[in-house]
C-alpha cells in the first residue's frame, strides 16, 4: 500500500510538471508571435505575408561609383551576400537608382539607393518581406535605424492575411476590423470607405515604441486596417498596418 501511494504521488507530480512545461511551452510561442499574428487568428483569417518598408533621405547627391559603394555597405552592414555584378543601375536625366534583390528560403529583400543630380539629393529605400509567421520586422527595423546616424529612417510594417470565405455585409466588416483594434489595444478613431475597402484607423499605446504616429483625416493614429472581398477568390482580404497601409495589393 506504501509503495502504491508513492506511486500515485509521483504521477500526479510528474502530471503537473509536464502540464507546467506546456502552460510555459504555449506562453513563449504566444510571446513570439506578433500581435498582428494573434490579431489575424481572433478573426480566423490565416496570414500570408509580412512586411516592412523602411526608407530615408540625404541632401547629397552621389555618383554611380558612390552609390554601389553605398549599397555594399549596407549589405554588408545586414550581412547579406553581394557581389559588384549583382548589382542593377538605372539611369533616367538627372536620376540614378542602384537596385538589389535577394531571397532565401520565403524571405525576400529588396534594397534601391538613388541620386537626384538635378535636386541634391540622396535616397535609400528597402522592402522586407516574409511569409513565415515570425516577429522579424521590428528586429530589421531596430538594425536598419542603426545604419548611419545621417540617415533618419522611416518605416512602415504591413500584414496580409485571408479569411477562407467571403463577407459582405457592411456590418459584419466593421466586426471584424473593431476586433482587430480591440486585439492591437487601439483605440478607434475613424472607420471610412476607402475603393473597394472598407478601412479603420486608430492609436495603440503599444505600438508608440514601435512605430511613430501619424496625421491624416483629422486624426493622429498610429493603426489602420483594412478589409475586402475578393470575389474572383471567394474570399475575404485583410491587412493591417502600422503606422498605415501604404502598399498596394
Not at 553581394?82 to 520565403?106: C, D, H, M, P, V
Request: with cysteine.
Amino acid at each position: 500500500m506504501i509503495k502504491t501511494g508513492i506511486y500515485i504521488t509521483a504521477f500526479i507530480v510528474l502530471c503537473a510538471l509536464a502540464n507546467l512545461i506546456i502552460d510555459y511551452t504555449i506562453e513563449k510561442e504566444i510571446d513570439n508571435r506578433s500581435p498582428y499574428y494573434l490579431s489575424f487568428a481572433s478573426i480566423g483569417a490565416i496570414s500570408l505575408e509580412s512586411r516592412l518598408d523602411c526608407w530615408a533621405k540625404i541632401n547629397t547627391s552621389n555618383t554611380s561609383q558612390e552609390l554601389e559603394q553605398n549599397m555594399l555597405s549596407l549589405l554588408q552592414y545586414l550581412d547579406m551576400p553581394a557581389r559588384a555584378g549583382q548589382l542593377q543601375l538605372e539611369t533616367n536625366q538627372s536620376l540614378t537608382i542602384l537596385r538589389y534583390e535577394y531571397s532565401q528560403k520565403e524571405e525576400y529583400y529588396r534594397f534601391a539607393i538613388g541620386s537626384d543630380q538635378r535636386n541634391n539629393e540622396s535616397f535609400y529605400m528597402l522592402s522586407f518581406s516574409s511569409k513565415n509567421n515570425s516577429n522579424n520586422l521590428e528586429k530589421y527595423q531596430k538594425i536598419i535605424q542603426k545604419y548611419r546616424d545621417d540617415l533618419k529612417w522611416i518605416c512602415y510594417h504591413q500584414y496580409s492575411g485571408e479569411i477562407a470565405n467571403q463577407i459582405n455585409a457592411s456590418d459584419s466588416q466593421k466586426k471584424i476590423l473593431r476586433v482587430i483594434m480591440q486585439n492591437l489595444g487601439a483605440k478607434e478613431h475613424k472607420i471610412y470607405r476607402d475603393g473597394n475597402s472598407l478601412a479603420i484607423i486608430g492609436f495603440s499605446p503599444d505600438m508608440s515604441n514601435v512605430v511613430p504616429a501619424i496625421a491624416g483625416y483629422d486624426q493622429v493614429y498610429n493603426v489602420e486596417a483594412k478589409i475586402r472581398n475578393d470575389a474572383k477568390a471567394g474570399k475575404t482580404r485583410v491587412y493591417i498596418g502600422a503606422p498605415g497601409i501604404i502598399n498596394n495589393y
